[in-house]
């Protein structure tokens, strides 16, 4: 089956834009007004990616990614909010999602990515390859680093970690930078990918 941008968003005009966007790159795309009618409509055998938005009326964008979860759908999800925050952006993609977007996304941003989805799915080895490099950073580690990274990609603030940790609130600073330049991360949102990389290998 030939791949194809599955669009879900509230928003009639951005479902528009998207599809607009998806098509001028020369990717078939479809839209859904709600989570509820995309997974009315979704099948198993469906193949790309679905941009996700994440507050809709009915189910919520990570509502829908448990549904599919549940059914056993293996869809790339990509979400799109204009209301995100870390916890948020690390449970979406500790749960299995490719990226986490704010909303207004750069056009080209988005079909970067879009095309970096869709190569990984022809493409399962580079896949692998990501997630072999995730690993070998993260053997760089100390045992108290990993201790700070699984705490900073549950969403935990420095004070939190210091408390759970009984370490200094300095001492969580300075780990959390050796984590983020060890594991070679931009942001909590790419580390919390990476560990969800770690794990899934």
């Known amino acids: 089956m030939k791949d194809c941008i599955y669009i879900v968003d509230d928003d009639a005009a951005m479902r528009e834009s998207l599809l607009a966007l998806v098509e001028s790159a020369g990717w078939t795309g479809r839209t859904f007004a709600s989570g509820a009618e995309f997974l009315a409509a979704c099948r198993p055998e469906w193949r790309g990616c679905l941009l996700l938005d994440v507050r809709m009326p009915g189910p919520s964008g990570l509502a829908v990614q448990a549904e599919l979860a549940r059914r056993g759908i293996q869809l790339p999800i990509v979400f799109l909010t204009g209301h995100a925050d870390v916890p948020m952006a690390v449970r979406a993609l500790k749960a299995g999602a490719v990226d986490f977007l704010e909303k207004p996304v750069d056009g080209e941003v988005l079909l970067t990515r879009l095309a970096s989805v869709l190569a990984l799915n022809a493409a399962p080895v580079a896949r692998i390859g990501q997630e072999s490099t995730a690993r070998a950073r993260y053997q760089r580690l100390t045992e108290r680093e990993r201790q700070v990274m699984a705490l900073v990609v549950a969403g935990k603030g420095n004070k939190e970690i210091a408390r759970a940790l009984r ?35």
């Open 167 to 201: 370490i200094s609130h300095r001492t969580v600073e300075i780990h959390r930078s050796r984590v983020m330049r060890k594991m070679e991360a931009a942001s909590v949102v790419t580390l919390a990918a990476m560990e969800r990389a770690c794990r899934d290998g």
